[in-house]
């Protein structure tokens, strides 16, 4: 069985060494390591050296006794401090996609997923518009019509957290999602909520970006995919592209260039995230890209 096992810790001699002791025990094969060290900044130095990153793609014999494997991981996990996982590479996430009235996102992630280039499982479709309601249905994907207004807000987040807890879900996509999420389901959710954001953050957030980056003359224009936090738009950043544009191009053109650049962007978030190449790190994120 192929395992995916993803740590971070304190910094400190002997992790490595620990850790590759404890697979050779149990005959495990190290198919694929990645690892980083993060120093703190200058204002933490006196808590501590850093931060120690580890993601390790391992192959288990046939007949490896897991539950002595976890319980030798869990203690290498107490001995270091260290926050660590173990899962099959194989597993597909539990994923809800949340979309509003444009649906390009919706549909790349769709395709990704039926042709198996993405691991994901996708468990429901939310929307607050009936756009969508076909293609997710035509696949079998159960849609929920949840429209939101000031004075439904907090009813209809609850239903997305009853929602959550019955599929399952570990990652809430907001793929194109023009309804800002509350602070609460921000905070509860965090590091399993990404977002795809029409600019190249920081610049022009909020409303329109497109055609403030026009009235601006700029001469880029990108996308950003990043996980949601309660701070609009600050949440830590996954993944980003850009594109060259020029004088030519009026707002319109760079809405259908930019329509393409999100979907790719955030289909290379998802696939990032959900292979475990990524770490929050506070407000930045580690990433061991393919």
Same mark, same amino acid.
């Given at each position: ?14 992790? =490595? ?23 703190a900044?200058?204002?933490r130095?006196?808590?501590g ?43 597909? =996430? ?18 990704r ?5 993405l ?7 939310v ?26 807000? #907090?009813?209809?987040?609850a239903?997305?957290?009853?929602? #959550?807890?019955r ?38 957030k909020?409303a ?12 880029m224009i ?22 060259? =544009?020029?004088h ?38 580690? =990433?061991?890209?393919?």
């Open positions: 069985m192929t395992m995916l096992l993803k740590m971070t810790c304190p910094d400190q001699p002997g992790v =490595v060494a620990d850790l590759s002791a404890r697979l050779l025990t149990f005959r495990c094969n190290i198919l694929e390591s990645n690892q980083y060290f993060q120093p900044p200058k204002s130095r006196d808590d050296l850093g931060s120690f990153f580890m993601r390790v793609l391992l192959a288990t014999p046939e007949g490896t006794d897991m539950t002595a494997l976890r319980a030798s991981i869990d203690a290498f996990a107490e001995k270091f401090s260290a926050d660590i996982s173990l899962r099959s590479a194989d597993d597909l =996430v539990p994923t809800i996609l949340m979309v509003s009235k444009f649906d390009h996102c919706l549909q790349d992630i769709l395709y997923v039926q042709k198996g280039s691991p994901l499982n996708i468990v429901a479709v929307s607050n518009h009936a756009d969508s309601r076909n293609n997710a249905e035509r696949l079998g994907i159960p849609f929920y019509l949840w429209s939101v207004d000031k004075d439904n807000k #907090v009813e209809q987040e239903k997305l957290n009853e929602l #959550v807890e599929t399952g879900a570990e990652l809430i996509v907001l793929a194109r999602y023009m309804q800002i999420l509350s602070d609460d389901f921000s905070s509860k959710h965090f590091g399993k909520i990404i977002n795809i954001h029409h600019s190249f953050l920081p610049a022009f909020g329109k970006p497109y055609h403030r980056a026009w009235e601006r003359g700029v001469k990108g996308a950003t995919a990043h996980y949601v936090t309660p701070d609009l738009d600050e949440g830590p950043i996954i993944e980003q592209g850009t594109e060259r =544009v020029s030519t191009d009026d707002p319109d053109e760079l809405i259908r260039l930019g329509r393409d650049i999100e979907a790719r962007v955030l289909s290379r978030a998802l696939r990032l995230h959900s292979e475990g190449r990524v770490f929050i790190d506070g407000n930045r994120t580690v =990433v061991f890209s393919r």
